[in-house]
């Protein structure tokens, strides 16, 4: 029963409330699409949004309306309160979202002395600015030493989503100076609010002590060696199992969400502040494998369309430049904050072994500090750390830095010439991949047949070398008022006979991998086609479908799971030849369109999986090589080409497949033809004895009611002489 001494929120303070929300959203959201279309960051307009609408502009212009927008009212100003924090606590989420940890691991020698002297120096000289502040900027002269620590955090952090933003805009996020600043920010950030945080468990104390100090470290210590040992391994079964077991929409999301406010919760309740527990948080959940992009996309688009525009609004809010005493102390608080990180920066960068313009680059893309300066000087205000004078002074340093880095990064660029390396990486970047770099999950829906075999033959290396997994799905399809019937691709009257318990035992035996490699799933359904496409949108990365009959690619039931399918397609047909375990001989016929992309992505993959090689074939011809409408017309098989023009075009296609090929550890030589019809030129290679595997890349076309993949690759499928694949990328 609810105690007659708790006041209740009254219907006024609600609608108080949802106006204020209304407004700062709205005025928020416009400002940062302004920004945006100028160049700014759009962190910017939110802050400006909250300072139009506070003391400085509003509350100036207008005492009586700021005072019925705003009133200064404890209850109600803490009910929006609550709303900025929560904001605050989801945008760490999503920076630790960002943040990838792996990359310490890989830093360089630039990026590590970046590191360590772009936080070392601006640290120590807010340390001295703090020191020999007057004490009328000082809350408490008592707790100075708190205070110039505080200070000294503010100047050494980074804002990495502000930071990151950037260097996407000026194209910079795969240069080598781009990288270095990244990685440094990484740890910056990351020991930037393990300091922070400390300081705001101490500040909450009211005073330093050494005690409670070690105690807090030690809390630390234990929640982040429970985070990873315990909470981590946790996590990742939960949400597999939500994936694969749980139908509700955004029930992923629910456990990340419920994960963080316990986190946040977890950090504050050892005396380091909430906003580290919601990023160690996000570093965690990025390390999952199984977690849905679609689901972090969902939450990144509410919170950065909704709760953060109206917590940089309220922080911009609380920032009365009429209180500023004068112009002397943002000056002085703004020229050391970005001469240390400047300084600093150089003088790693220099160390490191960088040019100086490329020195220059990263204290400049260093110094802005955007969001997370905000969060630091709200929560310094928060715990009465700071005086509103020093806390206007700082929200003034972040805005001022993040407007200056893209302005000083622009005009460093012309100095800083692209290397070859940054060209191909550049490149390859701009490549969608066709599986995830994690684990790979792939489906076969089988009923026993030997083209399902030869599908799961496929699967099992790159489900061992992904740390994935191959489930294999049996549909029994149960008509009203008729017997069972079995089914497997592709669709027959009855599969009567077929014995689905050996093939199971077979289909383990080729996976291998141990227990848990291979699952095996078994569900009864009167509509087959919709049993399949229901279980592949249960986290899965690829489908692999057995093609049997005359005309796989045609087959009503096939047609069907292609155009609906929520994940791309492998489309395999067996030869008289079993593919081998390993050391697989790979033949992709290769023309540069984005299909044949595909097809030799997944190829690299594949022949890094089973220690084989790959064959790139190129036939020049008039007509134009695509795996999509590979002319048939012309029975004429190529001859070896000219080798001049052979030399040239080698150069070219290695230049192209050459970084992806690394990047899997794939080998792969280069067979070019020319003066014959493709398609002939593919199936005479086939028949070789020289290939095991074809791989082909399919662009899938509505034609009417069904798809068309051209006549030369259904041709090629029917007629390969060894076993032949066929990639269907997620059809659009």
């Given amino acids: 029963m609810l105690d007659n001494s708790i006041e209740l929120l009254s219907g006024h303070a609600i609608l108080v409330l949802l106006l204020q929300l209304a407004v700062l959203l709205v005025l928020a959201r416009v400002l940062a699409e302004l920004m945006g279309r100028i160049g700014q960051p759009a962190v910017i307009g939110e802050l400006l949004a909250g300072i ?82 007057p004490d009328r900027f000082l809350t408490d002269p008592a707790n100075r030493n708190i205070f110039a620590a505080f200070l000294a955090t503010t100047m050494a952090i980074s804002a990495m989503p502000v930071i990151a933003k950037i260097l996407m805009d000026l194209k910079l996020i795969r240069r080598d100076v781009g990288l270095v600043i990244l990685s440094a920010g990484v740890v910056d950030d990351t020991t930037g609010w393990l300091i922070l945080s400390v300081i705001a468990g101490i500040a909450a104390g009211g005073a330093f002590d050494p005690v409670d100090f070690m105690q807090t470290l030690l809390w630390l210590a234990a929640f982040l060696v429970a985070m990873r040992w315990v909470v981590y391994p946790l996590m990742s079964r939960l949400v597999r199992y939500l994936n694969e077991r749980v139908g509700l929409a955004g029930a992923d999301l629910t456990l ?53 525009p109206i917590f940089f609004a309220f922080a911009g809010l609380k920032v009365n430049l009429w209180d500023l005493s004068g112009w002397g102390l943002p000056l002085l608080v703004l020229g050391v904050a970005i001469g240390g990180k400047l300084v600093g920066c150089y003088i790693g960068g220099r160390l490191g072994r960088m040019s100086h313009w490329e020195s220059l680059a990263v204290g400049f893309g260093m110094n802005a500090r955007g969001a997370m300066g905000l969060i630091v000087a709200l929560i310094g205000l928060s715990l009465g750390l700071l005086t509103q004078e020093v806390y206007s002074v700082i929200v003034l340093m972040a805005v001022a830095t993040s ?40 489906l076969v829906p089988t009923a026993g047949g030997q083209n399902a075999m030869a599908a799961i033959r496929v699967a099992a290396p790159l489900a061992r070398l992904k740390r994935g997994q191959v489930v294999a799905l049996y549909v029994e399809s149960r008509d009203p008022g008729e017997e069972k019937k079995r089914w497997r691709l592709p669709r027959r009257p009855s599969l009567a006979g077929t014995n689905l318990a050996e093939h199971l035992r077979q289909a383990a035996e080729v996976v291998g991998g141990g227990e848990g490699k291979l699952l095996t799933r078994q569900v009864a359904r009167p509509d087959v086609a919709r049993a399949v496409l229901e279980e592949a949108g249960r986290d899965y990365d690829l489908m692999m479908i057995g093609a049997g009959g005359n005309a796989p690619l045609h087959d009503p039931m096939t047609q069907r799971i292609l155009r609906k399918s929520p994940i ?45 090689h790959v064959t790139i074939l190129h036939v020049v011809d008039e007509t134009r090589l695509t795996s999509s409408s590979l002319p048939v017309t012309e029975r004429r098989i190529a001859q070896t080409a000219d080798p001049v023009r052979t030399a040239d075009l080698e150069a070219q296609l290695q230049r192209a497949l050459g970084p992806a090929a690394a990047r899997h550890g794939a080998r792969f030589s280069i067979r070019i033809v020319t003066g014959g019809s493709p398609a002939e030129t593919i199936l005479a290679e086939s028949h070789s004895d020289h290939h095991d595997l074809l791989v082909l890349g399919a662009e899938n076309k509505l034609v009417g009611a069904s798809l068309s993949f051209g006549q030369g690759t259904a041709e090629i499928l029917e007629r390969a002489g060894c076993t032949t694949a066929v990639v269907v990328p997620r059809f659009e």
């Fill in 403 to 442: 407007l200056m880095a893209p302005l000083l990064l622009k005009w460093a660029l012309p100095h800083l010439p692209m290397s070859e390396e940054e060209r191909r990486r550049i490149q390859d970047a701009g490549q969608v991949p066709f599986l995830p770099r994690a684990s790979v999950r792939i």
């Fill in 256 to 308: 990340i969400l419920g994960f963080t406010f316990l986190a946040a919760a977890t950090t504050e309740a050892i005396g380091v502040h909430a906003v580290f527990g919601a990023f160690v948080a996000g570093i965690l959940v990025r390390q999952i494998r199984r977690v849905r992009t679609s689901s972090l996309q969902s939450l990144e688009v509410f919170v950065l369309s909704a709760l953060s």
């Fill in 568 to 612: 791309p397609v492998l489309i395999v047909r067996r030869s008289s030849q079993p593919l081998p375990a390993t050391a697989v001989r790979l033949l992709v016929p290769f023309d540069g369109s984005v299909f044949s992309r595909y097809a030799t992505e997944f190829s690299f993959v594949f022949a890094a999986a089973s220690d084989g």
């Fill in 52 to 133: 139009i609408l506070g003391p400085t502009v509003l509350g100036y212009l207008s005492p009586e309306t700021f005072a019925w927008a705003f009133p200064q009212e404890a209850a109600q100003f803490h009910l929006l309160e609550v709303v900025s924090w929560l904001g605050m606590i989801l945008l760490l989420l999503l920076t630790g979202l960002e943040t990838d940890i792996r990359v310490v691991k890989n830093l360089g020698r630039a990026a590590l002395s970046a590191s360590v002297f772009g936080m070392v120096i601006p640290f120590a000289s807010g340390l001295v600015l703090g020191w020999y502040l």
